[in-house]
Protein backbone atom coordinates (compact mmCIF):
# COMPACT_ATOMS: atom_id res chain seq x y z
CA UNK A 1 0.00 0.00 0.00
CA UNK A 2 1.30 3.54 -0.72
CA UNK A 3 1.70 5.90 2.01
CA UNK A 4 1.23 9.40 1.58
CA UNK A 5 2.99 12.11 4.28
CA UNK A 6 2.11 15.73 4.70
CA UNK A 7 3.57 18.55 6.35
CA UNK A 8 2.70 20.59 8.00
CA UNK A 9 0.33 18.72 10.13
CA UNK A 10 -1.22 22.52 11.64
CA UNK A 11 -0.66 25.61 9.94
CA UNK A 12 -2.01 28.87 11.30
CA UNK A 13 -1.52 32.00 9.33
CA UNK A 14 -2.46 35.63 9.51
CA UNK A 15 -5.10 36.68 6.31
CA UNK A 16 -3.58 38.18 3.41
CA UNK A 17 0.35 35.78 4.12
CA UNK A 18 1.31 32.83 1.93
CA UNK A 19 1.60 29.12 2.47
CA UNK A 20 3.24 25.72 1.17
CA UNK A 21 1.75 22.28 1.79
CA UNK A 22 3.79 19.59 0.96
CA UNK A 23 2.60 15.70 0.19
CA UNK A 24 5.54 13.42 -0.84
CA UNK A 25 5.73 9.44 -0.84
CA UNK A 26 8.71 6.88 -1.36
CA UNK A 27 6.43 5.64 -4.24
CA UNK A 28 6.16 7.11 -7.66
CA UNK A 29 2.16 8.45 -7.93
CA UNK A 30 0.51 7.42 -11.33
CA UNK A 31 -1.85 10.53 -10.64
CA UNK A 32 -2.52 12.55 -7.12
CA UNK A 33 -5.44 14.67 -6.02
CA UNK A 34 -5.81 17.47 -3.49
CA UNK A 35 -9.18 17.94 -1.75
CA UNK A 36 -10.28 20.26 0.94
CA UNK A 37 -12.44 19.23 4.08
CA UNK A 38 -14.38 21.36 6.10
CA UNK A 39 -15.75 20.53 9.42
CA UNK A 40 -18.50 18.25 9.23
CA UNK A 41 -18.23 17.55 5.25
CA UNK A 42 -17.05 15.21 2.91
CA UNK A 43 -13.37 15.90 1.22
CA UNK A 44 -14.10 18.25 -2.05
CA UNK A 45 -11.96 17.56 -5.03
CA UNK A 46 -9.80 20.48 -5.98
CA UNK A 47 -7.31 18.75 -8.71
CA UNK A 48 -6.04 16.13 -10.10
CA UNK A 49 -1.99 16.27 -11.24
CA UNK A 50 -0.79 13.61 -13.89
CA UNK A 51 2.10 14.23 -15.38
CA UNK A 52 5.76 15.26 -13.88
CA UNK A 53 6.74 18.88 -13.31
CA UNK A 54 2.96 19.69 -13.88
CA UNK A 55 1.90 23.35 -12.88
CA UNK A 56 -2.14 23.69 -11.99
CA UNK A 57 -3.38 26.69 -11.13
CA UNK A 58 -7.24 27.52 -9.21
CA UNK A 59 -7.44 31.07 -8.70
CA UNK A 60 -5.43 31.80 -5.63
CA UNK A 61 -4.06 28.14 -4.96
CA UNK A 62 -0.99 26.83 -7.69
CA UNK A 63 -0.51 22.98 -7.53
CA UNK A 64 2.82 21.58 -8.69
CA UNK A 65 3.53 17.65 -9.33
CA UNK A 66 7.07 17.24 -8.69
CA UNK A 67 9.57 16.01 -11.54
CA UNK A 68 9.52 12.17 -10.53
CA UNK A 69 6.21 12.03 -9.64
CA UNK A 70 6.73 11.22 -6.01
CA UNK A 71 5.49 14.63 -4.03
CA UNK A 72 3.01 17.60 -4.99
CA UNK A 73 2.96 20.83 -2.71
CA UNK A 74 -0.50 23.28 -3.13
CA UNK A 75 0.57 27.06 -2.62
CA UNK A 76 -1.99 29.51 -1.17
CA UNK A 77 -1.74 33.50 -2.43
CA UNK A 78 -2.69 36.02 0.17
CA UNK A 79 -4.57 33.31 2.27
CA UNK A 80 -8.85 34.10 3.44
CA UNK A 81 -10.76 32.98 6.26
CA UNK A 82 -12.39 30.65 3.79
CA UNK A 83 -9.47 28.81 2.49
CA UNK A 84 -9.76 27.15 6.17
CA UNK A 85 -9.53 23.58 6.29
CA UNK A 86 -8.10 20.08 6.28
CA UNK A 87 -6.33 19.72 2.66
CA UNK A 88 -5.47 16.23 1.65
CA UNK A 89 -3.77 14.57 -0.79
CA UNK A 90 -4.54 11.44 -2.41
CA UNK A 91 -3.08 8.76 -5.22
CA UNK A 92 -4.90 5.45 -6.32
CA UNK A 93 -3.23 2.45 -4.70
CA UNK A 94 -1.98 -0.37 -6.90
CA UNK A 95 -5.32 -1.83 -6.68
CA UNK A 96 -7.68 0.04 -7.66
CA UNK A 97 -9.09 2.43 -3.92
CA UNK A 98 -7.65 5.88 -3.34
CA UNK A 99 -5.33 6.25 -0.11
CA UNK A 100 -5.12 9.33 1.82
CA UNK A 101 -2.59 11.45 3.65
CA UNK A 102 -2.99 12.29 6.70
CA UNK A 103 -3.76 16.34 5.62
CA UNK A 104 -2.72 19.61 6.90
CA UNK A 105 -5.29 21.13 8.92
CA UNK A 106 -5.50 24.83 7.92
CA UNK A 107 -6.32 28.35 9.73
CA UNK A 108 -6.29 31.69 8.44
CA UNK A 109 -7.36 34.12 11.20
CA UNK A 110 -8.98 37.49 9.78
CA UNK B 1 -27.45 15.89 -10.05
CA UNK B 2 -28.37 16.42 -5.86
CA UNK B 3 -24.68 14.96 -5.07
CA UNK B 4 -23.93 11.82 -2.98
CA UNK B 5 -26.55 11.56 -0.20
CA UNK B 6 -25.54 9.35 3.31
CA UNK B 7 -28.30 8.70 6.15
CA UNK B 8 -28.16 9.31 8.89
CA UNK B 9 -25.90 12.34 9.42
CA UNK B 10 -25.41 11.30 13.10
CA UNK B 11 -25.50 8.16 14.94
CA UNK B 12 -25.33 7.37 18.40
CA UNK B 13 -25.47 3.89 19.46
CA UNK B 14 -25.30 1.46 22.83
CA UNK B 15 -21.31 -0.79 22.32
CA UNK B 16 -22.80 -4.29 21.15
CA UNK B 17 -25.45 -2.78 19.27
CA UNK B 18 -25.86 -3.40 15.10
CA UNK B 19 -25.94 -0.16 13.12
CA UNK B 20 -26.23 0.24 9.27
CA UNK B 21 -25.84 3.01 6.92
CA UNK B 22 -27.28 4.47 3.52
CA UNK B 23 -25.08 5.59 0.54
CA UNK B 24 -27.11 7.32 -2.45
CA UNK B 25 -24.41 8.02 -4.98
CA UNK B 26 -24.88 10.29 -7.96
CA UNK B 27 -27.18 8.38 -10.20
CA UNK B 28 -24.63 7.38 -13.39
CA UNK B 29 -21.72 6.49 -11.19
CA UNK B 30 -20.68 2.94 -11.01
CA UNK B 31 -18.17 3.12 -8.62
CA UNK B 32 -19.11 3.69 -5.01
CA UNK B 33 -16.29 3.70 -1.82
CA UNK B 34 -16.61 3.35 1.58
CA UNK B 35 -14.16 5.45 3.76
CA UNK B 36 -13.51 6.10 7.61
CA UNK B 37 -12.22 9.06 9.12
CA UNK B 38 -11.39 10.04 12.44
CA UNK B 39 -10.16 13.23 13.80
CA UNK B 40 -7.44 14.39 13.08
CA UNK B 41 -6.54 11.77 10.09
CA UNK B 42 -7.22 11.34 6.49
CA UNK B 43 -9.77 9.12 5.16
CA UNK B 44 -8.72 5.43 5.36
CA UNK B 45 -10.35 3.23 2.77
CA UNK B 46 -12.49 0.64 4.10
CA UNK B 47 -14.33 -0.99 0.43
CA UNK B 48 -15.51 -0.12 -2.46
CA UNK B 49 -18.05 -1.19 -5.39
CA UNK B 50 -18.12 -1.24 -9.39
CA UNK B 51 -21.77 -1.69 -9.98
CA UNK B 52 -22.61 -4.40 -7.76
CA UNK B 53 -19.70 -6.12 -7.38
CA UNK B 54 -17.38 -5.68 -4.16
CA UNK B 55 -14.23 -5.45 -5.98
CA UNK B 56 -11.79 -4.65 -3.05
CA UNK B 57 -12.36 -4.73 1.22
CA UNK B 58 -9.74 -3.26 3.30
CA UNK B 59 -7.43 -6.36 5.40
CA UNK B 60 -7.67 -4.15 8.80
CA UNK B 61 -11.56 -4.39 8.24
CA UNK B 62 -12.92 -6.66 10.76
CA UNK B 63 -15.67 -9.39 10.18
CA UNK B 64 -18.12 -7.36 11.81
CA UNK B 65 -18.20 -4.69 8.29
CA UNK B 66 -20.19 -5.71 5.69
CA UNK B 67 -21.06 -3.37 2.66
CA UNK B 68 -23.91 -4.65 0.42
CA UNK B 69 -24.91 -2.77 -3.50
CA UNK B 70 -27.57 -5.00 -4.08
CA UNK B 71 -28.71 -3.14 -7.77
CA UNK B 72 -25.98 -1.28 -8.19
CA UNK B 73 -27.40 1.78 -7.17
CA UNK B 74 -27.33 2.53 -3.17
CA UNK B 75 -25.29 1.08 -0.91
CA UNK B 76 -25.44 0.12 2.92
CA UNK B 77 -22.80 -0.26 5.38
CA UNK B 78 -23.46 -2.55 8.70
CA UNK B 79 -21.45 -2.64 11.91
CA UNK B 80 -22.08 -5.57 14.09
CA UNK B 81 -21.86 -5.37 17.86
CA UNK B 82 -20.48 -2.04 17.93
CA UNK B 83 -16.93 -1.10 19.87
CA UNK B 84 -16.13 1.99 21.29
CA UNK B 85 -13.39 1.87 18.79
CA UNK B 86 -15.83 1.74 15.75
CA UNK B 87 -16.78 5.68 16.48
CA UNK B 88 -15.30 7.55 13.67
CA UNK B 89 -16.88 9.82 10.70
CA UNK B 90 -18.08 6.82 8.08
CA UNK B 91 -17.73 8.42 4.28
CA UNK B 92 -19.27 7.49 1.00
CA UNK B 93 -17.40 8.78 -2.25
CA UNK B 94 -18.88 7.81 -5.95
CA UNK B 95 -17.68 8.49 -9.32
CA UNK B 96 -17.66 7.42 -13.05
CA UNK B 97 -14.77 5.09 -14.43
CA UNK B 98 -13.63 7.05 -17.37
CA UNK B 99 -11.31 6.24 -20.11
CA UNK B 100 -7.52 5.37 -18.50
CA UNK B 101 -5.60 7.71 -17.96
CA UNK B 102 -8.39 10.41 -17.61
CA UNK B 103 -7.75 10.89 -13.71
CA UNK B 104 -11.55 9.78 -11.97
CA UNK B 105 -13.08 11.90 -9.63
CA UNK B 106 -14.45 10.87 -6.10
CA UNK B 107 -17.13 12.89 -5.18
CA UNK B 108 -18.39 12.58 -1.44
CA UNK B 109 -21.25 12.40 0.63
CA UNK B 110 -21.59 14.86 3.78
CA UNK B 111 -20.84 11.42 5.64
CA UNK B 112 -22.50 9.70 8.68
CA UNK B 113 -20.67 10.52 12.36
CA UNK B 114 -20.95 7.36 14.40
CA UNK B 115 -20.96 7.71 18.60
CA UNK B 116 -20.05 4.08 20.04
CA UNK B 117 -21.17 4.74 24.15
Known amino acids: TQLLEQSPQFLSIQEGENLTVYCNSSSVFSSLQWYRQEPGEGPVLLVTVVTGGEVKKLKRLTFQFGDARKDSSLHITAAQPGDTG ?4 ASRNYGQNFVFGPGTRLSVLP | DTGVSQDPRHKITKRGQNVTFRCDPISEHNRLYWYRQTLGQGPEFLTYFQNEAQLEKSRLLSDR ?8 SFSTLEIQRTEQGDSAMYLCASSLEGPRGAGEKLFFGSGTQLSVL
Open chain 1, 86 to 89: LYLC
Open chain 2, 65 to 72: FSAERPKG
